[in-house]
């Protein structure tokens, strides 16, 4: 089992609509949590940390569960240049510079 | 420049041929990675550096992989024996550290690394 899953997609989400997919990971001990934004043959660029009251940078909210063990990822009024992949990373607490990679979650956003 | 930076682009090479990958870090980042990533997966976690040492090495996938990063800055990742299955884009990233708060990496752009 790898230790960061998310549901490869694609979301098909109509331009000003809203859409959310979570990530899940199996490490307990995972400290640290990230959202990663990557446009095709390109690098993944930070989108947010997640932190675990939740946090909201403009369209963006990222939610963490860690009794259930996953983080949330919404994006609201959607816009054609949020067409990416949106790769989940965590980080574990005895190797913090040991980030996993979900293989991420394909967003197309249509006109 | 202020970003990441990765030499060269593309690397194209014979099976069985030695490689050197460069990765050059933002300016005062301590930490600093390497991934490789295949298409259609995610970045897989090769190793990383804090400082001149090297803090994780466990996904190095076996001794055909080495990094060094001498001084603290600039990092080499070098594939003695390449062999087709190597072919993936290699990522660098650095941090400014890798403590909890610390770890936001920014990558470089990559060297898609081809072996024929």
């Known amino acids: 089992r790898k230790e960061v899953e998310q549901d490869p997609g694609p979301f098909n989400v109509p331009e000003g609509a809203t859409v959310a997919f979570n990530c899940t990971y199996s490490?307990?001990?995972?400290?640290?949590f990230f959202w990663y934004r990557q446009d095709c043959r390109k690098e993944p660029k930070l989108l947010m940390s997640v932190y675990s009251s939740g946090n909201e940078d403009g369209r963006f909210t990222a939610q963490l569960n860690r009794a259930s063990q996953y983080i949330s990822l919404l994006i609201r009024d959607s816009k054609l240049s949020d067409s990416a992949t949106y790769l989940c990373?965590?980080?574990?607490?005895?190797?913090?510079?040991?980030?996993?990679f979900g293989a991420g979650t394909q967003v197309v956003v249509t006109p | 420049g202020a970003g990441v930076s990765q030499t060269p682009s593309n690397k194209v090479t014979e099976k069985g041929k030695y490689v050197e990958l460069r990765c050059d870090p933002i300016?005062?980042?301590?930490?600093l990675y390497w991934y490789r990533q295949s298409l259609g997966q995610g970045p897989e976690f090769l190793i990383y550096f804090q400082g001149t040492g090297a803090a994780d090495d466990s996904g190095l996938p076996n001794d055909r992989f080495f990094a060094v990063r001498p001084e603290g800055s600039v990092s080499t990742l070098k594939i003695q024996r390449t062999e087709r299955g190597d072919s993936a884009v290699y990522l660098c990233a650095s941090s400014y550290g890798t403590s909890r708060e610390g770890t936001e990496a920014f990558f470089g752009q990559g060297t898609r690394l081809t072996v024929v």
């Open positions: 990373v965590v980080g574990r607490g005895d190797s913090w510079g040991k980030l996993q």
């Open positions: 490490n307990s001990a995972s400290q640290s």
């Open positions: 300016s005062g980042h301590t930490a």
